[in-house]
């Protein structure tokens, strides 16, 4: 279901999941920081234990110097003098005790307002209310201390150690909560140490799972199918035009394969589509070249024994006249005389044929042309071939259809009609069939003339319009035809083709014309229409 994303959905996913894995390693990290932090600030607890333990001093020393006090209260003084200067001097002593314990309390207040309220060791709710205990004990002491006499009275100094017993208390209080905290924050620690093990190791490995899913991922997104394409277009740059890349996604990596597909197919239908033409092209330039040659032959070669053959005919139609006068005596020498002269004639006639299909062959330069009507042009030259005898046994038939109108000159391409419906009538048997069809493709004509006689090899079709090659039966023929009629079709811009199946199988020529401007204009007309 994935595969089938677009590339977009599929970095959207890669995406959350390296999000996701990055959240869960910075939360593990956070907590971590944040669990070391909150011992670090629990160690600030730590200071409030030597200002308790001093403030237990400082009562303890109080103790001591009531007592002392008491002591010199209750002991008989050698004189009253000195005995009062010892009980001032225990006095300054006590005050001086009481006011280091005042101060050392300060320090112990100051230390528990540095701390926060959501301390992690506990709360401190207790010290705070042991320190009011000993503020209001201190007071106490204090009121006692301005009264009167109070180091002489019994009643007085006995509340005093009943006070500075509960002062004692209360300060031991202190640094046993503090105790008792440290050790249930030293169990809650223990727990969290463990629960983040836990955590670090949990969460550590859903970042690697979450990593390789995402490895993973792109591999078979992202660099699976681009080895596939490289792969596959190194193939085609190759030069295998057959091989076709295949994804089984439907993302822009399945596109992208699609369009070099279609890309290659494309290229090798052009090159095919090349190739053929180079081939062509080609033969034709061959042809062209040896038309060429041919022509300029032709040319020399006709106005060397045109005048010549000429005189030779004139002299044999005047000896034939005059034969009987000589010959009058001998009717056997002039039978014979007739018979040679007959045959000389003949073959002068056969030579100037042939000179003059050499003049028409290398005609070079530009005639006149017209349009001209070729569905009509065509019927004119099938009605002159069936008053020929020689072909009583043989049928042409034009197909029916539109007309066509060409511009041609009129003499040449009835000359090519001729030839292309003679070779066919000439490669049936006694009897069979030619078929003659004309059409219009796009800007263009198109006169097929289709045989059932003995068709052509390969061979044959790569030199039938080569000049002086012939395969009629017999031996007939100069072999000029075919290649005067390919020229003068390629003269008017068109194009001859031939075509078998091979021997026995018919064959088809196809001769190509350009439409003239008023045909355009009357299918122009009748579309509109």
């Not at 009011?132 to 019994?154: C, Y």
């Not at 295998?240 to 993302?251: G, K, L, P, T």
């Not at 005048?307 to 034939?320: K, T």
Request: hydrophobic share 40%; with cysteine; proline share 3%.
């Amino acid at each position: 279901m994935l595969a089938r994303w677009p590339i977009r959905n599929k970095l959207f996913v890669g995406l959350a999941l390296l999000v996701v894995m990055v959240v869960l390693i910075a939360w593990g990290g956070i907590e971590g920081l944040y669990s070391y932090r909150s011992l670090v600030r629990s160690l600030r607890r730590v200071y409030e234990l030597p200002i308790a333990t001093k403030l237990m001093q400082h009562v303890g020393d109080l103790r001591v110097a009531l007592s002392e006090i008491r002591g010199q209260g209750e002991a008989p003084a050698d004189t009253p003098f000195g005995r009062s200067a010892s009980l001032q001097w225990a006095q300054e002593e006590f005050r001086h005790h009481v006011d280091a314990t005042r101060n050392t309390l300060a320090n112990y207040r100051f230390q528990l307002a540095d701390n926060s309220p959501d301390d992690p060791i506990g709360d401190s709710q207790r010290e705070w209310d042991t320190v009011r205990s000993i503020e209001h004990s201190l007071e106490r002491i204090d009121k006692t201390m301005q009264q009167p006499d109070w180091l002489f009275d019994a009643v007085q100094l006995a509340r005093l150690n009943a006070e500075l017993q509960y002062l004692e208390e209360r300060a031991v209080e202190l640094p046993s909560y503090l105790h008792l905290n440290i050790e249930e924050f030293t169990e809650e620690a223990r727990g969290q140490y463990r629960a983040l093990i836990v955590l670090c190791c949990v969460t550590s490995i859903l970042a690697a799972g979450m990593f390789i899913l995402l490895v993973k991922l792109f591999y078979d997104w992202v660099f699976r199918p681009l080895r596939v394409l490289i792969k596959g277009s190194r193939k085609v740059a190759g030069g295998n035009f057959e091989y076709r890349i295949v994804m089984n996604s439907h993302d822009e990596m399945a596109e992208l394969a699609g369009a070099m597909n279609d890309m290659t197919v494309r290229f090798r239908t052009i090159r095919d589509d090349l190739d053929r033409q180079v081939q062509e092209r080609t033969k034709q330039v061959v042809r062209s070249e040896q038309l060429a040659s041919v022509g300029f032959l032709a040319a020399g070669v006709a106005h060397e024994i045109n005048n010549p053959l000429a005189s030779i005919a004139m002299a044999a139609e005047s000896l034939e006249g005059r034969l009987d006068e000589l010959l009058k005596s001998d009717k056997s020498q002039r039978d014979l005389a007739h018979k040679y002269l007959r045959m000389i004639q003949t073959e002068a006639f056969r030579c100037k044929e042939i000179t003059e299909k050499l003049l028409d062959f290398s005609r070079i330069g530009e005639v006149r042309r017209q349009p001209v009507e070729l569905r009509g042009l065509v019927g004119g030259v099938i009605d002159m071939i069936g008053h020929l005898g020689r072909y009583s046994s043989k049928h042409v038939t034009l197909e029916p259809g539109v007309p066509l109108f060409v511009m041609i000159n009129q003499q040449e391409i009835k000359q090519v009609v001729l030839n292309l419906l003679v070779n066919g009538l000439d490669s049936l048997e006694d009897e069979g069939e030619v078929r003659v069809r004309i059409d219009a493709h796009g800007d263009q004509a198109e006169l097929s003339v289709t045989d059932t006689g003995h068709g052509m090899t390969e061979e044959v079709l790569e030199h039938l319009f080569e000049p002086f090659f012939t395969r009629k039966r017999g031996g007939q023929g100069t072999g000029l035809g075919l290649s005067i009629a390919y020229r003068i079709v390629a003269d008017h811009g068109g194009a001859l083709e031939a075509h078998s199946d091979g021997p026995g199988r018919g064959a088809r020529f196809t001769v190509r014309l350009p439409l003239a401007e008023m045909q355009k204009e009357l299918a122009y007309h009748y579309q509109a229409a």
